[in-house]
């Protein structure tokens, strides 16, 4: 198979985890584990807002490689 072929097999892969899960939390680390086939990374990070305490919240989720990062703040 081309690596193109395995990319695009990769991308539908990655778009049905993203239509399966309901919780970020899971979505992530299932990404977090799809995504180093295709491409490497150290972390994983996304901004939410949280509209309960009007605040951007970070969420860093580390790949097999860690660094000292905290998982969560605000």
């Given at each position: 198979m081309a690596?193109?072929?395995d990319r695009y097999r990769m991308l539908l892969q990655?778009?049905?985890l993203i239509a399966q899960h309901r919780e970020l939390a899971?979505?992530?680390q299932?990404?977090?584990q799809h995504l180093q086939s295709v491409v490497q990374f150290d972390y994983l990070n996304y901004i939410l807002h949280?509209?309960?305490l009007n605040v951007m919240r970070l969420n860093i989720i580390e790949s097999t490689?860690?660094?000292k990062l905290p998982a969560i703040f605000e």
């Open positions: 690596p193109n072929e990655i778009a049905d899971g979505l992530f299932d990404l977090t949280d509209p309960d490689t860690p660094q």
